[in-house]
């Protein structure tokens, strides 16, 4: 059943561009439209959504992350982003006007499944992005997205953040397209690309041996920094989460502009730091600002372990380790730039000699608060 795969991680992992290309399907008409027919809420109901709220845990969490700036930057409808697990503790300001998200892989989640009861108590419509058919927290909703990554084994989650991050966009192009917000070359270009990026996905698996190899170098370290800007910071978060679940190991994940607010003191010599690079088209400033982090760190001794857009060569001299991944517009880069961290959290945890798809004190689904 693992496939071939000696995990269920690792076949997973492989599964990603058919789960993405999957999520998309029957989504995106001939004419590069939207229709998303199962999200029972009126187009008219949608027009009148003045905030949209996040919520979910862990790594579905860091999808939320990611959505926030697709949403904002499509829609110009403010997003927030919370823990599930702190939201109904600090009496949220929800009205009839504000939509819910809840982003869930298994629909089991405990504290995601009362963060929405707590949402619809306060008049509020919930919509689930959820990949477990039937599952309490979409019966439990308005609406349900499903994602089609399939049964996701290993503990640790891969294709489903993948195929939430795809759901996520939908929604935030969806609703761009219902109010008719910003709708127009730049939309239709993200469609184009999206419908594309399972390719994309596809050919950063086909590079991953100097990822593992890698990995396998680091095995005896204690600590891995994870450095992103923009989307690569929920990026960074991940990749560290990743780490901690299945490597045992310290590892942390910041916004690199806070760098010199505090976590440059943690940088000695040979420490190992991933760093990873916004597209240098695009929101250029961002590239430069991280491209001048990247020489700061390594000034002080950092190993840097940079994942850059192809053609990116600002980043060249300063990589000690350069991962490549494919150009994309900047929104949509985490579909691409997360799968070589999945890949090295993956080896570095069985170079460790650790269980893979079960890691100690870890559930699936986490159904007590
Ligand atoms: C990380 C991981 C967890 C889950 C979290 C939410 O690899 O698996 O952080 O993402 O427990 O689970 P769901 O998405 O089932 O609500």
Redesign the pocket.
């Known amino acids: 059943e693992k496939g071939g795969y000696d995990y269920f991680m690792l076949k997973e992992i492989a599964e990603q561009p058919k789960a993405v290309a999957d999520t998309l399907l029957g989504r995106i008409d001939a004419a590069g439209s939207l229709t998303l027919d199962e999200v029972r809420i009126s187009a008219s109901e949608l027009r009148e959504v003045d905030k949209v709220v996040i919520v979910?845990?862990?790594?579905?969490?860091h999808a939320g992350l990611i959505a926030k700036y697709a949403i904002e930057h499509w829609t110009r409808i403010p997003c927030e982003v919370e823990l599930a697990s702190e939201f109904r503790y600090r009496d949220p300001i929800l009205g009839a006007r504000s939509l819910v998200i809840a982003?869930?892989?298994?629909?089991?989640?405990m504290d995601?499944l009362m963060a929405l009861r707590h949402a619809r108590e306060q008049g509020s419509k919930v919509l689930a992005i959820c990949?477990t058919n039937g599952s309490t927290?979409p019966r439990e909703s308005d609406a349900v997205l499903y994602t089609h990554a399939g049964p996701e084994v290993a503990?640790?989650?891969?294709k489903?953040?993948l195929t939430?991050l795809v759901a996520c966009y939908l929604v935030a192009l969806y609703l761009g397209q219902v109010r008719g917000t910003k709708w127009g070359d730049e939309i239709s270009a993200v469609i184009r690309d999206l419908s594309h990026i399972s390719g994309e996905v596809e050919r950063v698996l086909e590079t991953m041996e100097p990822v593992r190899a890698l990995a396998r170098s680091l095995a005896s370290k204690d600590t891995v920094l994870f450095l992103g800007r923009h989307v690569g910071y929920p990026v960074a978060l991940e990749g560290a989460?990743?780490l901690k679940?299945l490597a045992y190991m310290h590892a942390e994940g910041f916004a690199a502009g806070e760098l010199k607010h505090g976590p440059i003191a943690l940088i000695e010599e040979d420490l190992p730091v991933v760093v990873v690079v916004p597209s240098p088209r695009g929101r250029s400033v961002l590239h430069d600002k991280i491209v001048s982090n990247i020489q700061e760190i390594r000034a002080r001794g950092a190993r840097t372990i940079v994942i850059a857009e192809e053609g990116d060569e600002a980043v060249v001299p300063y990589a000690d380790h350069l991962i490549r991944i494919p150009a994309t517009p900047t929104l949509l880069q985490p579909l691409v730039a997360t799968v070589p961290l999945q890949v090295f959290a993956c080896e570095l945890a069985t170079a460790r000699g650790n269980e893979v798809d079960q890691p100690r004190n870890?559930a699936?689904?986490?159904t007590v608060e």
């Open positions: 979910a845990c862990g790594t579905a969490f982003i869930s892989q298994s629909g089991e989640t995601t990949n927290i503990v640790a989650s891969t489903a953040f939430q989460l990743k679940e870890l699936k689904s986490v």
